[in-house]
């Protein structure tokens, strides 16, 4: 951080106080300034386009108010960040350069890596802030006969569909919908997985035997097949899809991480710390885990995007979010029928799932190369 | 007689391998006093790094095992069979270890201070604030300059040798009786190599402690160490002090190490070395397990050889040529 410092000039202080990140990516550093930047921006917009609604949210329901949270956090975090990073205040900042920081920086030189993460991030806020920034209930019908399949327009900007349901207001719900499914789902499957691996490598012996042979046991079993048991037997709910996800997708990262940690368990400072009289659980928790994370965080990332799409095919199928409810594969699903008199039902939602998807294929790609140290230069 | 700090009785670590059973370490014998630098000897293989991991209990069992009538004693504690716990406490408490590689023995992600701290907190159980403060005195005492600095470096930010001091500072925190360095100082280069040693000395003066040090290089016990063990094949061969090794070697095993030593005195000559490797672990010969190597192998050599007491006491020989005849008393 010395090289480009922007410490100690007042003007940057002034332009950082009003535009916060504009100095940082004027400086050149584009992924920390852009995502300042946008987020400052977006949330700017919202107070400033969404007045009475911001306000009225005050009063509203907890979605409303976690909105509202959201909205107040983002912006303070943004102005806070950058304030700091333009006044120089941590001067130990290149005392201490760890693994993490390295990986951080060869990430941000990732031009590509770093459009997907601000595209996620600002996706991410959109979900959060939906019920401030749609502009109708996803729900809401308006009258059956004049404003169906109203096409793009000032009231409608991405149209009506069937039900004269504003599709853009489905679209930002659907985001909700989507990005929850695969953050809860994806962050169960990591979490099981990344312990049951260690565990199993740490081990070895008859542990490591049983919980790889489960693996394979899971691995085997037919996806979506489990689905449509479980769904015929409990009925679906958002619940049941991001459980059945979230438990058949763990196998994939105990894998990973049984890799890693048998070879670090080769490593001397592995030896070191049993030399040291730490206990298993110590070196499992504090030693193994975080230096196999690498790879873990980049399959999360890919996982995250891989399980939109299988969510978003569960329900074109009808599997998986059941309407009113929107989500983005529903709504595939159903603009389907009219994709010819009504091009923008399935086309949104299609496009939105593939814009995530690709940001976080991005994302994961860029990661690897940041997390590789054989790849960094 | 006052117990020794370290007493090892007739270790024996066999590895159960699927092409039979290696005896890496197959009957030894030796103790560390307190305060005392002990050296042991030997070529690759011949079983140092196993005996100091037995010490601990470091080796994976299986395929690693020691064997029943093998003894471990520390201040009068059995270690060999002792369970899990008494044995966490021990290591890095009262018998510390540094290891060859400075290089990987550190943890990538966390910062020294944070690895320092860390054996503090747990064996002391002290705050935060306290462990970090002790981290930032021991960087200095193991001679790191600007340690308030470098207390917040990552591993890969430092040297080698400032590595290797970042272990003995870890090694050290808790105030062990006892520590074992094996090849602290192999992948290090000479001059580092020199500072080094000359730390672990002043360290092992200051606090009193015990250092057990593992090499194959004779140029680091005359340096440091004040008593001698030579390992060949498993066993100990030869025991004494370093003056009484270097001056008269009576196993010829030494000797020969001894003669493959570059000598300023004598330059010009071609370096000696003994012929042949160290045998295979699985199949031990015969008789003297040196006698296919040995220049001076002939009768008598067949016979499984003992180590016996020489005059001088706590010197010793597993030759049966090189024991005089007024022996006293053969053990």
Same mark, same amino acid.
């Given at each position: ?129 939906? *019920? ?55 962050? @169960? ?16 012996? @008859? ?33 049941? @899809? ?13 894998? @990973? ?115 590789? *140290?054989?790849?960094?230069? | ?29 030796? +103790? ?101 403060? +002790? ?15 470098? !207390? ?71 340096? !440091? ?38 000598? !300023? ?30 220049? +001076?192998?002939?009768?008598?050599? +067949? ?29």
């Amino acid at each position: 951080m010395s090289d480009r410092s922007l410490a100690g000039r007042r003007r940057w202080r002034v332009v950082s106080t009003v535009l916060p990140g504009l100095p940082q990516v004027l400086m050149g550093r584009w992924g920390a300034g852009w995502t300042v930047l946008l987020t400052w921006l977006g949330c700017l917009w919202v107070v400033m386009a969404h007045y009475e609604r911001v306000v009225g949210a005050l009063g509203g329901g907890w979605d409303q108010n976690l909105a509202l949270g959201t909205l107040v956090v983002s912006l303070t975090l943004a102005w806070t960040w950058s304030w700091r990073d333009v006044s120089g205040s941590d001067e130990s900042k290149d005392v201490g350069v760890s693994q993490w920081d390295l990986a951080v920086r060869a990430f941000s030189k990732n031009r590509t890596a770093v459009v997907g993460l601000i595209v996620i991030i600002g996706l991410y806020l959109v979900a959060l802030l939906t *019920p401030l920034l749609a502009p109708y209930d996803p729900t809401f019908q308006g009258d059956l006969i004049t404003e169906r399949y109203v096409g793009l327009s000032a009231t409608h900007p991405l149209g009506t569909d069937n039900y004269a349901r504003d599709v853009l207001s489905r679209l930002l719900y659907g985001a909700r919908i989507s990005l929850a499914i695969g953050f809860v789902a994806v962050s @169960i499957s990591v979490s099981v997985g990344t312990l049951l691996g260690a565990v199993a490598g740490f081990m070895g012996g @008859i542990v490591d035997a049983m919980i790889m042979r489960f693996v394979d046991i899971v691995i085997s079993f037919p996806r979506l097949v489990l689905l449509i048991t479980i769904i015929g037997l409990f009925g679906s709910s958002i619940f049941m @899809i991001v459980a059945v996800l979230g438990l058949t997708l763990w196998p994939g990262t105990a894998r @990973i991480v049984r890799g890693e940690v048998l070879s670090l368990r080769e490593r001397e400072f592995i030896q070191a710390a049993t030399a040291l009289g730490y206990s298993k659980r110590r070196i499992i928790l504090r030693h193994l885990i975080p230096n196999a994370l690498g790879p873990v965080i980049v399959a999360a990332t890919l996982g995250i995007g891989n399980t939109i799409v299988l969510e978003a095919g569960l329900s074109f199928l009808g599997l998986g979010v059941q309407p009113p409810t929107p989500s983005w594969g529903t709504m595939v699903a159903v603009g389907r029928d009219d994709l010819l008199g009504a091009w923008w039902l399935s086309t949104f939602p299609g496009l939105a799932i593939v814009f995530t998807v690709l940001s976080f294929n991005l994302v994961g790609d860029g990661l690897r190369d940041a997390l590789d *140290p054989r790849l960094r230069t | 007689m006052r117990e020794s700090l370290l007493t090892v009785q007739d270790l024996r670590t066999y590895f159960f391998t699927d092409q039979g059973v290696a005896k890496a370490v197959d009957g030894v014998s030796f +103790e560390v006093n307190e305060g005392e630098t002990l050296g042991i000897v030997g070529e690759s293989g011949c079983g140092k790094t196993v005996t100091s991991l037995s010490v601990l209990g470091l080796l994976p069992e299986p395929p690693a095992r020691i064997m029943d009538g093998s003894s471990v004693r520390f201040l009068g504690d059995e270690l060999v069979g002792a369970d899990e716990a008494r044995m966490r406490n021990l290591r890095g408490n009262e018998i510390s270890m540094i290891f060859q590689e400075p290089m990987s023995s550190l943890n990538p992600v966390y910062s020294v201070g944070d690895q320092i701290a860390e054996v503090l907190r747990v064996h002391r159980r002290i705050g935060r604030k306290e462990a970090r403060h +002790e981290a930032v005195r021991l960087l200095d005492e193991v001679g790191i300059p600007a340690p308030d600095r470098r !207390v917040d470096e990552y591993p890969h930010q430092l040297s080698g040798g400032m590595r290797q001091r970042v272990m003995i500072a870890m090694a050290l925190s808790c105030e062990p009786k006892l520590l074992i360095a094996d090849e602290p100082t192999t992948a290090l280069d000479v001059t580092i190599q020199a500072q080094i040693l000359e730390l672990l000395e002043e360290l092992s003066v200051n606090h009193g402690m015990a250092v057990l040090l593992i090499t194959h290089d004779l140029g680091v016990v005359a340096e !440091v160490c004040d008593r001698v063990v030579v390992m060949y094949a498993g066993q100990v061969i030869e025991t004494g002090t370093v003056l009484e090794i270097f001056t008269e070697p009576t196993h010829p095993y030494t000797r020969g190490l001894l003669d493959s030593l570059p000598s !300023v005195t004598d330059s010009g000559r071609r370096l000696n070395s003994i012929s042949g490797t160290v045998p295979n672990p699985v199949h031990w010969p015969q008789g003297c397990r040196f006698r296919e190597r040995c220049p +001076e192998a002939g009768d008598g050599c +067949e016979e499984e050889q003992v180590l016996v007491a020489l005059e001088t006491t706590g010197r010793s020989s597993r030759c049966f040529k090189t024991v005089p005849v007024n022996l006293t008393g053969a053990g």
